[in-house]
């Protein structure tokens, strides 16, 4: 108990020592951080959580069970993708540095999306070939 | 603002009655077992990241006790190009850690006690602090900063929040944690099954592990050169003007005029005169040829042939002791990186070049025509382009 305590001490004294950095060197752009520090946790919480929700609820009524392990990995490589992808394509730097952002990103996008879905479909036909998993032999019996 | 009280008042009433609640998450994958394994890969992925970044500020603001090697020379190529990567490799890691306590965030009641309420709090600092890094992070590298507030300054500051978070978060999660890693990811078939049964807890382990691989290998490319074809979404391709990428055009720095002017001339100073050196005078020096990368702050690197006067040639003809260093000063009229220090462990390395020449060319304008500062295992935004002057630190 005691190591935690100071492990929690510790801890909080960086979390302090960040916040009195921000105060001393930015004390006017303190808004726009916050805002900065919000609004990633409110897509986050929002929105992309929300959708992943949704996304596993329909895959679960339109896949059959065998697929929802592949298919998460599968989600997990696409959503990767597209999120890697974004600053990619959004930056309005393109054209003004030599050498930033000189990769065609659509087609990035395109292989990453291809693999994901190769990937997924490779675990699932390796995982027909074996014996039924625990899960699906008494998915039915609970 | 009474008014307002009162309808955050009663949404959040509606919330309670009938808003998703903890339990109505039943996926196996809401789980501590799974929160523990991906927390501890994220937990190391943001402490490699913290240590990387801790580095690349102290090479930038170096106090009295740092002391960063000379050698060797990709030392900051491999410790710059981890931080990003870490970071990448972060952004899956922590969007399924979330996923599997995502149910927390409804727990009912909201807050049972001041206690309780802290660790909410402490919980929703640490979540925010995580997403501000990599969010501001991989926005830095493609060069977008929609923010209005100074980067490396709140990057960093931020950074102390977010390791600070996650150590907090440990000791008041150790028991749990200890629980989750020590308990099989499977529950033993005589175990009670839980309500709504899925894919093996597995899937998930397998899901993230292969996310972060791949956002790893998508990107690293950018400094790792037998990468650069796989890499489809590296910010860089490591190419640019006579190989080499660049980060600060001539034009942005707005010193094309003063650069190409044939009155140009490097001011040299130090305890025992002055120097002022045309590009011919610098030329009619003895050159040297050396290896060096140049490794940026966002994490690309590029190795390249450089070829100029040592800066330990220049030190001695002024004068300087054993011990100086220096300090480049560029025609730049302004920005962060229009001077830099050359800590005196550089200045005396025999590859530390004022560069007149790159892969076998004059240096491009964009490259800091007429000739740049390069040295081994230094960040790029200190290797200073368009030298103007050289001076000997006291």
């Known amino acids: ?25 930015e004390p006017g752009r303190i808004p726009r951080i916050l805002v900065w520090l919000a609004g990633p ?30 298919a998460v990995v599968g989600l997990a490589l ?19 540095v030599p050498g930033l952002l000189d990769r065609n990103y659509p087609r990035g996008v395109v292989i990453g999306l291809l693999a994901a879905a190769l990937i997924t479909g490779l675990l699932a036909t390796l995982g027909r070939g074996r014996r039924p998993s625990r899960e699906a032999e008494s998915g039915d019996g609970d | 603002m009474g008014a307002s009280v009162t309808a955050v008042e009663r949404l959040l009433a509606t919330l309670d009655e009938k808003g998703p609640r903890e339990g109505d998450f039943p996926s196996r994958w809401h789980d501590e077992r799974l929160a523990a394994r991906v927390g501890l890969a994220l937990g190391i992925c943001f402490g490699v990241c913290f240590v990387t970044g801790l580095l690349s500020h102290l090479i930038q603001h170096p106090g009295g006790w740092f002391v960063w090697p000379v050698h060797p020379a ?12 870490t970071g990448i490799a972060a952004i899956p890691l922590l969007l399924i850690k979330l996923w599997t306590v995502y149910p927390r965030l409804y727990a009912v009641p909201r807050v049972r006690s001041a206690l309780h309420g802290l660790e909410r709090l402490s919980v929703a600092v640490l979540v925010s602090a995580a997403l501000f890094q990599l969010v501001t992070g991989l926005q830095n590298i493609v060069h977008w900063y929609p923010w209005g507030f100074s980067f490396p300054r709140v990057h960093y500051a931020v950074a ?49 592990a292969a996310a972060s691989l791949g956002a790893v290998l998508a990107t690293a490319g950018q400094t790792v050169p037998w990468l650069r074809r796989a890499s489809v979404l590296a910010v860089r391709t490591g190419r640019g003007p006579q190989g080499v990428p660049v980060n600060k055009t001539a034009a942005a720095a707005g ?19 002055s120097l002022s050196l045309s590009l011919a005078a610098l030329e009619a020096m003895p050159q040297h040829v050396v290896e ?8 690309w690197s590029a190795s390249a042939s450089w070829r100029g006067v040592r800066v330990r040639d220049l ?62 295992s230094r960040p790029g935004v200190l290797q200073t382009k368009w030298l103007s002057q050289i001076e000997v630190l006291p």
């Open chain 2, 315 to 376: 030190a001695e003809a002024v004068g300087a002791a054993p011990d100086a260093s220096m300090r480049f000063t560029s025609l730049q009229t302004g920005g962060l990186y229009r001077v830099s220090e050359l800590p005196a462990r550089h200045v005396r390395a025999p590859e530390s070049l004022v560069a007149l020449q790159v892969n076998g060319e004059p240096l491009n304008l964009d490259h800091g025509y007429p000739c740049r500062l390069i040295a081994p």
């Open chain 1, 41 to 70: 946790l409110a897509v986050h919480d929002g929105l992309l959580a929300p959708a992943t929700l949704g996304l596993a609820w329909l895959g679960r009524r339109v896949l059959p069970r065998r697929v929802w392990g592949p």
């Open chain 2, 74 to 85: 990709w030392l900051y190529r491999v410790t710059q190009g981890v931080h990003v990567l």
């Open chain 2, 255 to 273: 010193v094309r005029r003063r650069a190409t002017d044939p009155g140009w001339r490097l001011a040299v100073t130090g305890p025992g005169g």
């Open chain 2, 292 to 299: 060096l990368p140049i490794a940026c702050v966002e994490g």
């Open chain 2, 160 to 208: 102390w929040v977010a390791i600070g978070s996650v150590v907090l978060h440990i000791a008041v999660k150790l028991p749990a944690i200890r629980r989750g890693l020590t308990s099989p990811a499977e529950e033993a078939p005589a175990e009670p099954r839980p309500r709504a049964d899925g894919p093996s807890r597995r899937w998930l382990l397998a899901a993230a």
């Open chain 1, 1 to 25: 108990m005691r190591l935690r305590v100071a492990i929690g001490v510790l801890g909080v004294l960086a979390i302090g020592f960040g916040a009195v950095l921000i105060l001393l060197q």
């Open chain 1, 78 to 96: 696409a959503g990767t993708t597209v999120l890697l992808a974004l600053p990619l394509l959004l930056s309005p730097a393109e054209g003004m």
